[in-house]
């Protein structure tokens, strides 16, 4: 089964061909995240723009590199939620759009259950149940998926999501957005053991938060202004990247330990990250248990992973009419 997948919730616009939910003939990105650079972080308005320009040629060049036409495809799943509104919903009219005109099913696909699903692009065997932290720029969740679409979240950010607060530290150092990527950058020349950072305190066994975190970064940023100091912006970086990375990870393989969880898997943006990476290798070869992570291209926004979760959505039935809606906000578990 060929599926065209289409995401917008955020600053990628991305169109991709997925054949039976773990073949990907072609993905295409076209993001603005450059021009959001200029501005420290993603203006929606800029963001929906963009979308409405790039849709177009982005989904015919996926069809192209795929080698197949419109007739070809079997369906078209698009993100209809979370995310930006005004970006979501470019995606989902065009979505519509196309598939009224092809006279091929609309399928609904969750933002971040496309996440996970970029798992079995990398794994085509594996299968649910397992256990996922999906860390991106606007949730940070530790899920049970009991089966490729029915999810039981154990845990949560209670205030920022680990790649906002990626984000916002680069932003207080001035390093740019997107904030992950160039923290990790700088954190490679610097002391990760400099600066002492709080590990915040939280309510809930599996919840995270990093609200105070983030905080820490700044007051010593502006302290070291008032008094005049130099601040090494490396140091910073690496302290805080070691202490966020430590946090995600204890609180992935606790959850896995306590639920003797087989298999546990990482997804999201942040997923790309090297050091939580290498932190969750350790810490599953240690408890002797497997660990998933999507290829780097597979850990930020793309399409492939929504025409992959698509896939799974269209065998469970959950196709949609042509009055599907975006929405800004929507649970993993819903129903
Ligand atoms: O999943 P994603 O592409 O978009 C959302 O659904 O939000 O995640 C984007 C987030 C951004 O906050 C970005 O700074 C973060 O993922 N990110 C990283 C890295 N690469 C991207 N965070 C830490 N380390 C990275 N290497
Ligand atoms: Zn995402």
Redesign the pocket.
């Known amino acids: 089964m060929y599926i065209l997948g289409i995401e917008s919730?955020?600053d990628?616009t991305a169109a991709a061909v997925v054949k039976d939910g773990t073949q990907v003939l072609s993905n295409v990105i076209a993001s603005s995240a450059q021009e959001q650079n200029l501005y420290g972080g993603v203006v929606p308005e800029i963001a929906s723009r963009r979308h409405i320009e790039h849709i177009s040629t982005t989904v015919r060049q996926a069809l192209e590199q795929a080698g197949l036409t419109m007739e070809e495809i079997d369906a078209v799943a698009v993100t209809f939620a979370p995310?930006l509104i005004g970006a979501v919903l470019v995606g989902v009219n065009f979505a519509k759009g196309l598939a009224y005109g092809a006279k091929k099913p609309l399928i609904p696909v969750h933002?971040l259950r496309g996440?996970i699903a970029a798992l079995y692009l990398e794994y085509p065997d594996l299968k649910p149940p397992f256990l996922c932290m999906v860390?991106?720029?606007?949730?940070s969740h530790i899920v049970r998926v009991e089966d490729y679409t029915k999810f039981e979240v154990l845990g949560r950010t209670v205030d920022d999501?680990?790649?906002?607060a990626?984000?916002k530290v680069?932003r207080t150092l001035g390093l740019g957005?997107?904030?992950?990527?160039a923290?990790?950058k700088a954190a490679q020349q610097g002391n990760p053991k400099a600066y002492k950072l709080p590990v915040p305190h939280v309510e809930g066994r599996y919840n995270v938060s990093f609200s105070g975190l983030k905080t820490a970064v700044l007051n010593v940023v502006n302290q070291a202004q008032m008094r005049g100091e130099e601040i090494s912006v490396c140091d910073l970086a690496a302290s805080f990247e070691h202490r966020i990375t430590e946090i995600l990870a204890e609180k992935l393989l606790l959850a896995a330990k306590d639920t003797h969880a087989p298999v546990v898997c990482l997804a999201?943006?942040?997923a790309?990250?090297?050091l939580?990476r290498q932190q969750l290798e350790q810490g599953t070869q240690k408890l002797g248990i497997q660990l998933c992570m999507p290829a780097l291209k597979y850990?930020?926004?793309n399409a492939a992973m929504i025409a992959a979760q698509g896939y799974y959505e269209y065998l469970a039935g959950n196709t949609a009419g042509f009055d599907l809606n975006g929405l800004a906000t929507l649970p993993i578990d819903y129903q």
Not at 161 to 164: D, N, Q, R
Request: net charge negative; hydrophobic share 25%.
């Open positions: 919730s955020c990628e995310g933002h996440h860390a991106s720029g606007g949730h999501a680990a790649g906002e990626f984000d680069s957005y997107p904030g992950g990527p923290v990790s999201g943006g942040v790309a990250n090297r939580l850990c930020g926004d």
